[in-house]
């Protein structure tokens, strides 16, 4: 440690090396596998709500894309907005 080229790279090791170690609880790895098991879980109820909700999305997506390619020019044409861009009336 002594011929490192930073000066203050001393000081910093002097510092980690007071640094004192502790030994962690016993009853650590209980605690933290009960924690893990009892996790939060999502009710069943939402799951299916969730599921139900998607369907419906995936269903009007579907439908409202083969509604559009059953359309015909004409109702695209009115939707369109013809603009005059004559400046001058002669």
């Known amino acids: ?12 090791f002097e510092h980690l090396a007071s640094i004192k170690t502790t030994e962690p609880n016993a009853n650590l790895y209980v ?3 009960s924690k893990l098991q009892s996790r939060n879980v999502v009710p069943m109820f ?3 709500v969730a ?3 998607f369907v419906a999305f995936i269903t ?11 359309s015909t020019q004409k109702d695209n044409s009115i ?6 861009n004559i400046l001058y009336n002669e």
Do not use: G, Q
């Not at 997506?61 to 083969?66: A, K």
């Open 60 to 70: 009007t997506e579907f439908y409202f894309s083969v509604s559009k390619v059953n």
């Open 79 to 84: 939707i369109i907005c013809k603009t005059n």
């Open 31 to 33: 605690k933290t596998i």
């Open 46 to 48: 939402w799951v299916r």
């Open 51 to 53: 599921a139900c909700l």
């Open 1 to 12: 440690m002594n011929s490192s080229s930073n000066p203050d790279m001393k000081h910093v």
